[in-house]
């Protein structure tokens, strides 16, 4: 049976490549800096993302706690956007473990945060009154927002934001690549004025696990002790940094294809009664839509049994391309969906 995973481009497979070099990856310790495949990762990526320094870790998560840790105090207040990955998706670490309150300001439809809703929301310095804000943080690609791009203009428009009024700008770029491959620019671009980034080894870059933080030395110091603290330091840690090596250097231009297999989706899907979606605003890899039916788990359940995973009992679903999934398992998919559309809502 045909397998096709469209819940997230974390579902992605290590490929032969990295299952190579994870074999023959040189190890040592990571926790006293002796790993030389995870010291070779760590400089590629500072190297890529225009930063002075990288750090390895787990998870996305953990690479957005560990740089809000690191550049707040306990008592402290972060302002991030109340679509964020960070809000929505990674259990309010901030405030459980640092003691660090959260500032929700919307989100626009094209992911951006409103410059003046960023003033307005960072408060007085030495307050007696109320936290000091330590940070604001974006998220490019921005997930909840459809896959949106934020620009190197903008990005660089919150950082002299952040800078006058002397907070640190973080950048969940968990999907960082889709958003430079799409701009067609230099990650570099989009990286560059963030005080830290975070991105993912683990989505569409297809490694079976980690994250990296990027920034300056004396961030980065940082972040290596909040990693520890968190339980995070990792020993002969070269097994996961060698795919992450090949990702970098072979899995990035190929986003292209997500981004197109993605199109090609969202245009079939539009074709089939009964569905809404707008393909003009899906630019990268995460492709929303709408049900327009009642129960649509049925749908669900239906491609389930023939090996297709993803969608829920809600009517809003997001299908995610990427490296696992070629052009023909789209095809495959859309007549899938059209079939069971058409057999149990009678839509034509
Ligand atoms: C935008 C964004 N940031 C962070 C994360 C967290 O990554 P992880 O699942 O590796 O913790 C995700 C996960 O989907 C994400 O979409």
């Keep these: 049976m045909q397998k096709i995973d469209f ?11 990295m299952r190579d070099a994870i074999y023959s990856a040189k190890v040592g310790d990571d926790m006293l800096g002796e790993d030389p495949t995870v010291n070779e990762l760590e400089d590629l990526a500072a190297h890529l993302l225009g930063k002075e320094a990288a750090l390895l870790v787990s998870s996305g998560t953990m690479g957005n706690l560990v740089s809000i840790l690191s550049h707040s105090q306990r008592g402290d207040e972060i302002i991030i956007g109340n679509k964020s990955h960070i809000f929505r998706g990674e259990n309010s670490g901030a405030s459980t473990l640092g003691g660090i309150s959260i500032n929700v300001i919307p989100n626009k439809e094209n992911g951006e945060l409103d410059h003046t809703d960023i003033i307005n929301s960072i408060k007085p310095p030495q307050s007696i009154n109320c936290p000091s804000t330590s940070m604001v943080s974006i998220e490019n690609t921005q997930n909840a927002c459809g896959g949106a791009v934020l620009s190197t203009e903008y990005t660089n428009s919150i950082s002299r934001l952040a800078k006058d009024n002397n907070i640190k700008l973080h950048l969940d770029g968990a999907r960082i690549f889709n958003a430079s491959v799409y701009l067609d620019i230099p990650v570099s671009k989009l990286t560059s004025a963030a005080d830290s980034i975070t991105f993912c080894l683990s989505k569409g870059l297809s490694c079976p696990i980690g994250s990296i933080i990027c920034g300056d030395k004396e961030f980065i110091a940082k972040a290596r002790y909040w990693r520890k603290t968190l339980g995070g330091a990792m020993r002969q840690s070269g097994i996961v940094a060698a795919s992450g090596i090949v990702a970098l250097n072979s899995m990035i ?10 199109q090609l989706l969202a245009k079939g899907l539009k074709d089939i009664p009964g569905i809404e979606i707008d393909p003009e605003k899906l630019p990268t890899n995460l492709v929303f839509f709408n049900l327009l039916v009642d129960n649509p788990q049925i749908i669900s359940d239906e491609l389930n049994k023939i090996g297709i995973k993803g969608g829920k009992p809600d009517k809003r679903w997001r299908f995610v391309t990427h490296s696992d999934i070629s052009s ?11 079939d069971i559309m058409k057999k149990y809502y009678k839509l034509t």
């Design 253 to 262: 231009d190929r986003l292209q294809d997500d981004h197109e297999n993605a």
């Design 7 to 17: 819940r997230s481009d974390t579902s992605t497979h290590p490929t032969p490549a």
């Design 328 to 338: 023909e398992d789209i095809y495959f998919a859309l007549n899938s969906i059209s």
